[in-house]
C-alpha cells in the first residue's frame, strides 16, 4: 500500500520465474517442531532475566513487539506506532528519536552478554562476516535485493541461532528480511524460518510473523522505498516458494543508506553448529537509487574468525553481483606431488631432486627412497630436495619420494646412467630427455697416429 508499484511489479516478476525455473532437491524436509529444547547456560540464564534474542543481540524482552499481520509500523510525531490496514492506532511502541552522526546503527550497538547471562559459549556470537556498501552522497537508495538459497541445516544442535540477511540501515535504524535457524523472539528452533525485523537506536523492535522454509529454498529479501530524501516510507518483504512476508514502515524515518549482506550468530558450542556447507552466496544482489543503478563497491568485514569464517566479494556487478559468506574455510584440494630434475645422467657427479608438493595442508613432510634396478633399495633424506651421487658403475635408478601434510601422496621419477655411454642424440647434457631404448656404448677412441 506505501511501496512503489513499479518495484511490487518487478518482485512479483521475479517470484513467477523463480517458481517455473526452479528445481527443487528431494532433500530431507527439517524438523517443525523444535523437539528436545538444548540452551546454552548464557541463552538460559538471559531468559531468566527478560531478555530475548534477536539480530540486534540480546534485547529487554518488553521492547520487543510482534507486528500482527497486514498492520504496519507507523512513525507520528517522534513516536513508532502499530496501526491497523485502516490507519487506526493499536499500540504506542515508544519513542523514534534519529540519531545524528554517519556510522551505522549495527553492528556496533548489538547487546552480546546481558546482565545475568552467565559464562558465554565458547565461539564467538554477533556479526561474525558481512560486505557493505555506503551510498554516495545524494543518491538516496530505493532497493535492495538479494537472492540465497536455504543452507543446510547444522550437523550439530546446541540451541545456537545463525541469522542471514541483506538489509539496509543508517545511524537511527535497520530493516532486514531474515532467515533464521535456531530461537529467536520470533520464535522457532531447529529448523530454517524467515521473517522481516526492524530496530531502531531508541530501543524499539519490531518482527513480522514466522515461517518455515526448507533447505533448497530460494529465497529473495527485499528492502524498498517510496520516495527519496527524508519522510520517506519503506517495505521490507522475504518471498519463499510458497509464501510471503511483509513487513511496511510509514512516516517520516530517515533515509537509510548503507546496504550490508550479513551472517550473524549467537551461542554456538562447536564450528559443526554453523550450517553443514562452506558457504552461502548472496546473488543476484541488486541495488538502485533514484538514479538507477550506482556502481557498487563492497567492503568485506571478518570481525569473527574463529572458525575461518569470512566474506569473499566475488562480484560488484549491479544487477548481478555476489557476496559469499563462508562459515569455514573450504578444504584444500588433495595433496599431490611431483619430482623434479635430470632424468639421464652423462657426466659423473653430483645430482638433486625436488619434490614439488600441493594441496594438502602445509607444512609438509619428505621421505626419499632411491631404487638400483636389480632390487636394491635404500631409505634417503626426509628434505624437500634430495642429492645423490651418480659414477659410470652406478645401475639405472628410480627417485622415489613420500610427502605427507593433509594426506599422503607420492611421486618417483626413473632416472638412466649415460656415463660412458653415447645417447642417440650424441649430446652429453645432464638434463636431456630419456634416450630411446636407452644409452649406446661409446665409440672407441683412436690412438694418436693411427
Known sequence: MFRSRLFEAQVLLVSLVLAACQERTSAPTEPRSPGVTVRSAAAGAAARAGYVLTPFGWQPASHVHHLADGHVLAVEAGRLQERDAEGNLVRDLGPFVARSGDAPLYPESLTTAPGGAGARVPLDSQWITWAYWNRPS???????????????????????????????????????????????????????????????GSGNFSHSSLDSVSTGDQLLG?????????????????????????????????ELYQAVETLEAYELVTCSDYPNTNSTAFTPISVVTHGGYPALTWTPVNRVTDCGQ????????????????????????????????????????????????????????????????GGARYQEGTQQSQPLAVYQDTPNFWMIVAVTGGGTASDSMYVTNCIGKTTPSGTTSPNMPPPPGGCVPAAPVAAAGQ
Not at 545456537?160 to 520464535?187: K, M
Not at 527519496?228 to 530517515?254: K, N, Q, R, W
Not at 625436488?354 to 627412497?369: H, L, V
Open 138 to 200: 545524494g543518491q538516496a537508495i530505493k532497493a535492495d535485493t538479494a537472492q540465497w538459497v536455504v543452507p543446510p541445516a547444522p550437523s550439530s544442535w546446541d540451541g545456537q541461532t545463525i541469522y542471514l540477511f541483506n538489509g539496509v540501515q543508517s545511524s537511527s535504524w535497520i530493516l532486514q528480511p531474515v532467515l533464521q535457524y535456531g530461537y529467536s523472539a520470533a520464535g522457532g528452533g531447529n529448523y530454517w524460518s524467515v521473517a522481516c525485523w526492524y530496530a531502531d
Open 222 to 254: 527485499v528492502v524498498d522505498s517510496g520516495s527519496a530524501g527524508s519522510g520517506v516510507s519503506y517495505y521490507c518483504a522475504a518471498h519463499a516458494p510458497t509464501f510471503d512476508i511483509e513487513m511496511d514502515l510509514v512516516g517520516s524515518v530517515p
Open 310 to 373: 569470512h566474506t569473499n566479494v566475488v562480484s560488484n556487478a549491479n544487477p548481478g553481483g555476489e557476496v559469499d559468506l563462508f562459515y569455514r574455510n573450504p578444504p584444500p584440494p588433495p595433496l599431490s606431488v611431483y619430482v623434479s630434475g635430470p632424468n639421464v645422467i652423462t657426466l659423473k657427479g653430483t645430482y638433486t631432486w625436488t619434490a614439488n608438493p600441493s594441496g594438502g595442508t602445509p607444512p609438509y613432510s619428505y621421505q626419499w627412497a632411491v631404487q638400483y634396478d
